[in-house]
């Protein structure tokens, strides 16, 4: 199992009272699955995300990647996983708007060690091949939301991560760009053999990935077939 | 941070963190400007005075040399036979005489010092810049030695006064005018230490000075051996001084002035150090999105944190080097204002040129970066410590503020508490003072934040139906974001109550000095010889006075310094008792009643306080009559300079020091009496004695005090409007930056429908609250400032204590000062949100 869970909990206090997001939870995937995450609002789909990222820590329980625990690791071990085997993609983009999007997508490279030359390289390259480079020299708020989205779709795969997780990758695109945007992150994630967990709460976007895995009040279950939602 | 791997993954974050830098750049200048200005402050004060604590000690070594001892006889000074005896009845070769006084050439300011060449050869003393023994200098002498009223002087005070080899000048002195020649200049080989001094033979000098028959003192070069058989030989009336004991109680009280003001300046620096930490956390929090997506792609929190206080390091590098050359400049100019103080004050500086200490320069450098960096620590490891997703959620930042308020407030209180313990002990330290004084402002700081959140609650309990919804949420902005405004008011406060705080002390300390004045000086007019310490009224002025002015009564008034067991002290004795004459601060009726008596003696409360006087203690005076030891009744408020007082009744003094006379005549004019006329008639009557003579009003006595008092204070009034200055660029970048993180929620509610104007106006409403608050708050906190400042930095200073005086003003300044800076805080943003269309306003980050 590429990704493993085991019963995984997470709860926030919210003034006197105290709200369980996760209760539990246990799941698989496979490596190079593309798995689709649905479930209503506050249902703890990105809670999920970012405890399986470990930009999260989770109150009890267990979460592999790779086989390796992530809730086994301290901070920066877990800072450092994510550096080289995680790609992240958000809903609103969450591009560093100081840096141009060229830069954004080189930052990773750089992370990890790579040269600035060899990194700029590397992301012109992508930039090419994603028909980006006129947008390359341009600052995120010089960009439209589908430009945007598919820099952050540039910067979460530039370093062929094992793992990409996208968080409502579309949810602020219009149907056309959103369905373009899915199109380009998937023929990405399959090209490079990497395993997607994608959270939506669109039915429409769930049909594009291998399985669907629906979360609601802290309970996980797979779906198939026709279901409603 | 410098292998290859390692500069290449920092190249893209520093680069981000330069781009943010420069598309905000209204914060970085003006967060730049907060430290280059409390660097100016701390370097230019600094500067000021160690330039001035060098020129005092040069000034002490240029007039005393290397001398271990000197024999000195209080005003009168020492008469000419005793060296004479001392070299041929106790074969004492190791001593020459001196002399010394202030002249003028021309407007030149100068020192004369009279020398006896052949006693300086064997005394073999060195003075800084003078080689006595070289060939030049005793072929100089004997050029100098050899011409009548010859004197010489460095070629660099030559030139300064404008005299040439050769020229017959004329020489200003209390005596009046006299013809004097410049027989030779020398090359100094320390100018700045020569600077300002006349060198002439010491039967010249007296004869200069009108001084035949008496020098100022002996100066000497003893072995220990030495001590005793001198002291035993000594005549009544001298005394045998040490001349380093000397020198560090003037020192001390010296450095004392240079501790307060250096304190002042880094009160300035606390205050900036405060800004900064403002500006820099903000920074933090505006970019905590930035930083949390940058946490999630998996810049590590070590990461986080070193680029954090990179930048730092470097706005703290280039603001300090800008605040060091302008430190340079404005040092300067103070370092006159320090050298006049401490001329009025204590001594009589020869050197007043600015001398540059390399050493303060680093210093100013590693403060500002230091500052900075520690300013940045705090919010760069709170950024480093959250985790990602929380800094991505700025709500939950917030809301662990809030909970923490109590927390915050209960440190505060704990850090206050640490601040009044240790001005508990009376005798504490000046460092102590000031150590708490930080302690109690810092623990201030730490309660602001929920003082800010009940005093909107109560607000809101008490005027939530009266408020608009702009006004309401206007003020619920400032509650929920309290990480922010909680720290940019702390500032304001902290600034406010600086000039809350020092224009309490400063104005308690003038009016204080009025009342000193009103009480010490009786009678109408005073006449006093100015330049005679040992007295000059004689028995025919006073005769004239009566009979030929007819004044309703004249008061005799004795005074001179004399030697004690507590060093040089000035004695004074009025005719009239010295309840009229003195401002008394504790002293029982039987201790007055002893003092008139002649039976106790009254002490200056500096004086008291230096040498650790309390009642019942005893003070021994040396008079030419033998040793007179008297016990401490009371103590009295004096002013007049650092060095003591002691008041005696009259008979004492007249029987102690029976050949002295009045220094000046206390007249009551009588009923009617046109007081012009008896001062044109007085000064009329002295312009004919010998000496300089002094007649004025009390009404001119009292205003031209309180002009030198002023004097003396106006380097506290320029340090205290750059504290000003520093805080209000400070807090102007604060609230700026407070605002303009804000602006996205403004362009949602311009797009939800308010107009710019209502925006602006919700804008003005906050940051006027937020003055508003600040100046309360910096109501008691500069109470408290003025407490500390008042009965134990400046008690602990000089040994002044001074009354508690309120000025009504210096609240309302306060309060005005931190509403105008908070109100022009708020102008940027609103024009901001004018200028921006909420659509972009929504795109901008």
Not at chain 1, 77 to 106: C, D, H, K, V
Not at chain 2, 726 to 753: D, P
């Amino acid at each position: 199992m590429f990704i493993q869970t085991e019963n995984l909990c997470r709860k926030f206090t919210h003034g006197n009272g105290e709200q369980v997001v996760l209760a539990g939870l246990s799941f698989t995937l496979r490596r190079g699955e593309i798995v689709a995450l649905l479930g209503r609002s506050g249902s703890g789909k990105s809670t999920l995300l970012n405890l399986i990222s470990g930009i999260d820590r989770a109150d009890s329980g267990k979460v592999f990647v790779g086989g390796r625990e992530l809730t086994a690791m301290n901070e920066l071990e877990r800072t450092m996983f994510r550096r080289l085997n995680i790609g992240f993609i958000y809903q609103f983009f969450n591009l560093i708007p100081s840096l141009t999007a060229a830069e954004n997508i080189a930052l990773i490279l750089e992370l990890n060690g790579r040269s600035a030359e060899g990194a700029m390289k590397s992301t012109q390259q992508l930039l090419q091949e994603m028909n980006l480079q006129e947008q390359g020299s341009h600052f995120p708020s010089q960009l439209s939301g589908g430009e945007q989205q598919r820099i952050a779709l540039a910067r979460a795969m530039i370093h062929s991560p094992k793992l990409v997780l996208a968080d409502e990758p579309t949810g602020n695109l219009d149907a056309e760009t959103g369905a373009q945007m899915l199109e380009l992150l998937i023929s990405h994630v399959r090209e490079n053999n990497s395993t997607l967990l994608l959270v939506t709460h669109s039915l429409a976007v769930a049909r594009a990935a291998d399985r669907i895995l629906t979360l609601d009040h802290g309970v996980i279950e797979e779906r198939s077939g026709e279901f409603a939602w | 941070m410098n292998s290859p791997g390692n500069r290449a993954r920092y190249h893209l974050l520093l680069l981000s963190a330069w781009r943010y830098a420069a598309q905000h750049r209204w914060q970085t200048w003006l967060s730049f400007l907060g430290i280059m200005l409390g660097v100016m402050m701390v370097v230019a004060v600094d500067l000021a005075n160690s330039s001035a604590q060098r020129a005092f000690a040069l000034s002490v070594a240029a007039v005393n040399g290397n001398i271990t001892h000197q024999i000195v006889g209080g005003s009168s000074g020492v008469p000419d036979s005793v060296f004479t005896g001392l070299r041929t009845e106790l074969g004492l070769r190791n001593s020459a005489p001196s002399l010394s006084a202030r002249i003028r050439v021309g407007r030149t300011e100068l020192t004369l010092i009279g020398v006896d060449f052949s006693s300086e050869a064997t005394l073999q003393r060195r003075r800084p810049g003078l080689a006595t023994e070289s060939l030049q200098m005793s072929g100089l002498a004997l050029a100098a030695l050899t011409r009548a009223d010859a004197v010489m002087m460095s070629e660099e005070t030559a030139q300064t006064a404008g005299l040439a080899v050769d020229q017959v000048f004329t020489l200003e002195s209390a005596e009046g005018a006299q013809s004097a020649i410049l027989a030779a200049t020398f090359a100094s080989s320390e100018p700045v230490a020569t600077e300002g001094l006349v060198f002439a033979d010491i039967a010249t000098a007296q004869s200069l000075l009108a001084q035949r028959g008496s020098i100022d003192s002996i100066d000497l070069v003893l072995a220990d051996d030495d001590i005793e058989t001198l002291r035993s030989w000594l005549p009544v009336g001298l005394t045998l001084v040490e001349v380093n004991a000397r020198n560090a109680a003037l020192e001390q009280m010296t450095s004392a002035f240079g501790v307060n003001l250096l304190a002042m300046s880094l009160l300035a620096l606390l205050v900036a150090g405060l800004l900064i930490y403002n500006t820099v956390s903000l920074s933090v929090l505006q970019r905590q999105q930035t930083l949390g997506v940058m946490r999630s792609l998996g810049v590590s929190r070590r990461e986080v944190i070193m680029l954090i206080l990179l930048e730092s390091i470097v706005r703290g590098v280039l603001a300090s080097c800008a605040g060091v050359v302008m430190g340079l400049v404005l040092g300067q100019g103070l370092v006159k204002l320090v050298t006049r103080t401490i001329d009025d004050l204590y001594f009589n500086l020869s050197v007043t040129s600015f001398l540059l200490d390399p050493f303060v320069l680093g210093k100013g450098l590693l403060w500002g970066t230091g500052v900075s960096l520690l300013a940045a620590a705090i919010p760069a490891w709170q950024a480093g410590r959250a985790q990602p997703v929380t800094l991505q959620q700025r709500a939950v930042q917030d809301s662990k503020i809030q909970k923490q308020l109590p927390m915050l407030a209960l440190c505060g209180g704990l850090v206050m508490g640490a601040g009044l313990l240790l001005l508990l002990p009376e005798n504490g330290s000046l460092v102590t003072g000031f150590v708490a004084l930080n302690l109690l402002i810092f623990g201030f700081c730490l309660l602001i934040p929920l003082a800010m959140h009940f005093s909107l609650q109560l607000f809101f309990y008490g005027f939530n139906r009266r408020l608009s919804q702009r006004t309401r949420l206007a003020l619920r902005n400032i509650q929920s974001g309290i990480s922010r405004t909680g720290m940019a008011v702390a500032a304001l406060t902290v600034a406010v109550s600086v000039t809350v705080g020092v224009g309490i002390m400063v104005g308690s300390f003038r009016q204080t000095v009025i009342l000193w004045l009103d009480q010490t000086l009786s009678g109408d007019v005073q006449v006093t010889r100015l330049d005679n310490d040992a007295g000059a009224v004689s028995a025919e002025f006073e005769t004239f006075v009566r009979e030929q002015l007819q004044v309703g009564s004249l008061t005799r008034v004795f005074n001179q310094r004399v030697e004690s067991s507590a060093g040089e002290v000035r004695v004074a004795a009025y005719g009239d008792g010295m309840a009229a004459n003195l401002f008394i601060k504790t002293a029982s009726q039987e201790g007055l009643q002893a003092a008139e008596a002649g039976t106790a003696l009254l002490v200056s409360e500096p004086f008291a306080y230096l040498n650790n006087l309390e009642i019942d203690d005893t003070v021994t005076l040396y008079s030419p009559q033998g040793s007179l030891t008297l016990p401490v009744a009371g103590v009295f408020y004096d002013y007049t300079s650092g060095a003591g007082m002691v008041a005696i009744a009259q008979q004492l003094y007249v029987q102690w020091w029976p050949e002295s006379l009045p220094n000046s005549l206390i007249l009551h004019a009588a009923e009617g009496q046109d007081l012009t006329a008896l001062q044109r008639d007085l000064r009329s009557y002295t312009t004919d004695l010998p000496g300089n003579w002094g007649v004025a009003a009390n009404a001119d006595i009292r205003r031209i005090t309180l002009t030198i008092f002023d004097r003396t204070f106006a380097i506290t009034h320029v340090l205290r409007l750059l504290a000003i200055g520093v805080a209000f660029v400070g807090v102007l970048s604060a609230l700026i930056a407070l605002q303009l993180e804000r602006m996205r929620e403004y362009a949602l509610l311009r797009a939800t429908g308010m107009t710019v104007r209502e925006v602006a106006g919700m804008i003005g409403v906050q940051t006027l609250v937020m003055g508003v608050l600040a100046g309360l708050f910096a109501l008691p906190l500069g109470l408290l400032m003025s407490d500390v400042l008042i009965d134990v930095i400046n008690k602990r200073s000089f040994g002044w204590s001074m009354l508690h005086i309120l000025p009504a003003s210096v609240l309302i300044q306060a309060m005005l000062l931190a509403i105008i800076a908070a109100g022009l805080a708020g102008i940027y943003p609103a024009i901001r949100v004018a200028g921006v269309s909420p659509a972009q306003g929504l795109r901008e980050e």
